[in-house]
């Protein structure tokens, strides 16, 4: 159990949820606006540690990073939630769309991003990018629709089963990928080391 409570794991889950924590408590303090705001400070700042820690850029936060930039900075700008909303959607649509027709080189998508973190052969790689791109493009539709349907208070409610939902597939992924798994992989699939 020791294995994968380590440093990078621990900086990792910071600044992926320190982002989305950062936006929530915003919102239920100051609104949807103050709450855009701080999750694009709190993203960039995830950024340059994941970048410090890693001594590469990290392509995977750069492009999330990007985004939250773009669509958060034009959501202020013209004071509409929707177009931050509009964010996951899109996000979402080109990650699943990137990871489906990556399956077609040797190379996956989700190989490319992260074979830093997972150690996985060809085979697994092939099968957890194609799950995830299946289950961004779900994530996608759900957004929109309730982009849509509904107002941006419940958007946000909706988000926080979203993001619930997205780490149970992920930890569901990890128990799949067990047949997948390279030598040096710990008994997650991990690359701690």
Known sequence: MQDIFSKKLWINLLCEFGPIVAFLASYEMYGF????????????VSFIVLWSFERHPPYFAFFNTISVLLFGGVSLFVNIPDVFIFRDTALDIVLGTVFLASLRYQRTGLEFFFSNVFALTKQGWREFTFRWGLFYIFLAFVNETIRITLSPDAW?????WMIVGTVIFGFYQLRLTAKTRLPEANRFGLRIH
Do not use: R, S
């Open 33 to 44: 606006g103050t709450a855009t705001f701080a999750m694009i400070c709190a993203t960039l």
């Open 156 to 160: 946000v409610e909706a988000k926080v």
